[in-house]
Structure formats: structure tokens, C-alpha cells
């Protein structure tokens, strides 16, 4: 059963930590991807990832960095975790973007509380 | 940015009513996916559609491309609760490389 996990289901942290979100998935996937999902603001894209040691900023990267240092983990990293960071975060993973129609596969979520 | 609207924004119905849901855009896509999402879950893949015009079943729920590929809809029969979860619409692939997902439909199947 394939899989993508998340390390945390529920985080909380103080503002200004640094945060750590990290995602791994068992499906060989070339392509990962980090979302925050805020009530009627849907799933917006932070950072993604289309092979090792590559990234690409999403739609809102400002406060966010990324790691990708081997193909089965995408890390998300708050440099300085703020409260307006407070979110429910998603990882995904997809085999092939260019094909179009390829399953994009999501992890359970981490909801994060700044405090 | 190629915008995906997603309405109504949110439904309640009771148990055994019908309902459609509307995903429209003012672009055309080669291909467009439903997700559902329940709650403290992360999204699920329910179908994929192609070709303009084309309608895919999976058991009570009937999924329909537009012809001109600028829209889909989802009509669930007979609806449940377990039928109850966020609905989302979105595409993949593309030159950009970027996903674009509406804002979802939030259904409510009360017993």
C-alpha cells in the first residue's frame, strides 16, 4: 500500500522557533509538494520539488524554506514560526507532472499552532 | 494563474438526497481530478476526467466533464453520511509545473 507520511499529526510551537515539518513517501516519486489548507482559502502551494536538491517557490514561500536532500523526504522548515503560520500543512507526491493526469497523493496533514 | 471555482462553498442536506457540485474555469484543461478530503485527513483522488463531454461513474456518484473542457460537476445519488468531506477540484501537469485545487465544496450528509 503505497504511502506518504507525515512526521506529525498535531504540532505546537512559540513564536519564533524554528519549525521542522517532514514528509516520506514510498513511491519512487520524482515530484513533492508542500500545501497549507486555511478555511475558504483552500489548498494553497508553499514549495515544491521536482528532483533531489531542487525546488521550485510555490504560490506563498515568504517565511518558508525547503529541503530535499534524498528522494523519499521533502522537508518544510518555518525559519521563524509566526502565528499567522498557523495552518493545517500537506504533503503530496506525483510520478509525472508533464503527463497531466497522474494521481497526486497527500499525506494525513500536520496542523500546526503557533502560540 | 488559471483560477478553479468551486460552488456551493458549502452544503447540509439530509440522508438520501441528490446533490450536484460545480467546478468551472475560464481556461481549458487537458484533464481534471475530484478529491475528497475527510476531516483530519489529507485529500483522496475519486476521478480523473479527459475528454470533453465525457462522464465517469463510481457507484452513487456521477462525475461530467464539459464539453469545451472549462467545467465539471459531481452529482452524488441517494447521499449518505459517510458521503460527508470536503470536495475538491483540480489540475495537474501543465507547462508551469504548478497545481492549481478550487477552494472545495464542504458537504454535510446529516442521518
Known amino acids: 500500500d503505497v504511502k506518504v507520511t507525515q512526521s506529525s499529526r498535531y504540532l505546537v510551537k512559540r513564536t519564533g522557533e524554528k519549525v521542522f515539518l517532514e514528509c516520506v513517501q514510498d513511491?519512487?516519486?520524482?515530484?513533492m509538494f508542500w500545501y497549507r489548507q486555511d478555511p475558504g482559502l483552500g489548498l494553497r502551494l508553499i514549495y515544491f520539488?521536482?528532483?533531489?536538491?531542487?525546488?521550485e517557490k510555490g504560490d506563498i514561500p515568504e517565511g518558508y524554506s525547503v529541503s530535499r536532500e534524498k528522494k523519499e523526504r521533502f522537508s518544510l522548515i518555518l525559519e521563524s514560526a509566526s502565528t499567522n503560520q498557523t495552518s493545517m500543512y500537506l504533503c503530496?507526491?506525483?510520478?509525472?507532472?508533464?503527463?497531466?493526469?497522474?494521481?497526486?497523493?497527500f499525506g494525513p496533514g500536520t496542523r500546526l499552532t503557533v502560540l | 494563474t488559471q483560477l478553479l471555482e468551486q460552488s456551493p462553498q458549502f452544503l447540509s442536506i439530509q440522508e438520501g438526497e441528490n446533490l450536484t457540485v460545480y467546478c468551472n474555469s475560464s481556461?481549458?484543461?487537458?484533464?481534471l481530478q475530484w478529491y475528497r478530503q475527510e476531516p483530519g485527513e489529507g485529500p483522496v483522488l475519486l476521478v480523473t476526467?479527459?475528454?470533453?463531454?465525457e462522464v465517469k461513474k463510481l457507484k452513487r456518484l456521477t462525475f461530467q466533464f464539459g464539453d469545451a473542457r472549462k467545467d465539471s460537476s459531481l452529482h452524488i445519488t441517494a447521499a449518505q453520511p459517510g458521503d460527508t468531506g470536503l470536495y475538491l477540484c483540480?489540475?495537474?501537469?501543465?507547462?508551469?509545473?504548478?497545481?492549481?485545487f478550487g477552494k472545495g465544496t464542504l458537504l454535510t450528509v446529516n442521518p
Open positions: 503530496a507526491s506525483i510520478s509525472d507532472l508533464l503527463a497531466g493526469y497522474n494521481e497526486q497523493f
Open positions: 513511491m519512487d516519486h520524482e515530484n
Open positions: 520539488s521536482y528532483d533531489v536538491k531542487m525546488k
Open positions: 481556461s481549458v484543461f487537458s484533464s
Open positions: 476526467v479527459v475528454t470533453g463531454g
Open positions: 483540480g489540475r495537474s501537469g501543465g507547462s508551469n509545473y504548478k497545481l492549481t
